[in-house]
């Protein structure tokens, strides 16, 4: 008897929703999300389901991985989509068997980990979660498509995206990612704040870092509304920079819960982007495998301003670092570089 409740539904797509969409689908593709009977995995599945991450013209089959106690409500999330008649999904794959749950996955969000409690640091869960990411590196390895795109969302991410990354032989490195997505739009929010402009009016911002309270949000090139824009280095100092990078510890104190919408919502728009590319003149945040770059050891998984071309991204090379923003990176380079040792035991 199978120990794990294993759900395919595969529908063809309806003669109506060929209709309704024309002769321009694409081949479906295949999308994982573990944590999916989570709280941001409630945010996020139906948002993937509807064509917001990856387009209307391009079907998905859904595969929505969580651990064994969690079958019976994964169970009733799978029934709530069926219960959309989403017209892109192609099938459900609601499982707690990795095998199954990452067999020739073309994407993955994994949010799958423990969230921080009040009081805690992301750094403080990299125990418990770490080890989850070596057991998925290596299902990921063996069963995903050879072109899987990665975002690790599950905290501490960095950390976590780098013990996943050391299991992966055959895929290339680049493919796995970790998100700072959410950093970017909160950074990008309190700036249009600030200068009475919509969140979309603020370019050439990036975060580099760890997602911690060391991540460094970097503004000097700032533009709204496509001119050069300053603020006075007091705010950024003393509300901006603290207030990004505390962020989450509010929601979790407001909500008594982490935040899940928002974050759903940043890891749509991290996969969106990798996809789709970064607009002309701006650039995004995404944590990726260092090159060396802006002098960041060489293969930790930090964030770095990058542009997206064709699939592809590039970290924004020659920016200028004042020594401000020397000491800031300094800083959180050197919190990356104390969790790569923490965690030496499982990167061998
Ligand atoms: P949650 O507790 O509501 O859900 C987590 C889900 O993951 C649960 O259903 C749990 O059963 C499942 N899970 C645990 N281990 C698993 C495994 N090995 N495989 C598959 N599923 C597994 O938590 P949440 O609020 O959805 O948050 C999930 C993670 O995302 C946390 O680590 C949180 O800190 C992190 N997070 C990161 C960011 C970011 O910006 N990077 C933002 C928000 C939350
Ligand atoms: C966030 O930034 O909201 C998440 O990383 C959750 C947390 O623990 O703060």
Known sequence: MQKFLQKVITNNLTRASMAHFGQSLKPPVRVAITGAAGQIGYSLIFRVASGEMLGPNQPVILHLIDLPFAMTALNGVAMEIQD???????????????TVGFKDVNYALLVGAKPRGPGMERGDL?????????????????????????????????????????????IPKENFTAMTRLDHNRAQHQLADKLGVHSSDIRKIAIFGNHSPTMVPYIDQMTAKNH?????????????????????????????????????????????????????????????????????????????????????????QGLPISPFYQGLLDKTIKELVDERNAVDHLLK
């Open 84 to 98: 959309c008649a989403f017209p892109l999904v192609q099938g459900i794959v609601a499982t707690d068997n990795q």
């Open 126 to 170: 990299l125990k418990d979660n770490g080890k989850i990411f070596t057991e998925t590196g290596k299902y990921v390895n063996d069963h995903a498509s050879r072109d899987i795109k990665v975002v690790v969302v599950g905290n501490p991410c960095n950390t976590n995206c780098l013990i996943l990354a050391n299991q992966i032989k055959d």
């Open 228 to 316: 050069k824009a300053t603020v006075d280095q007091q705010w950024v100092t003393q509300t901006f920079i603290p207030t990004v990078q505390q962020r989450g510890a509010e929601i979790i104190k407001a909500r008594k819960l982490s935040s899940a919408a928002s974050a759903g919502n940043a890891a749509m728009n991290h996969i969106t982007t990798w996809v789709n590319g970064t607009p002309e003149g701006d650039y995004t945040s995404m944590a990726i495998p260092s090159d060396g770059s802006y002098g960041v050891p060489k293969g930790l998984i930090f964030s770095f301003p990058v542009t997206v071309k064709n699939g592809k991204y590039s970290i924004v």
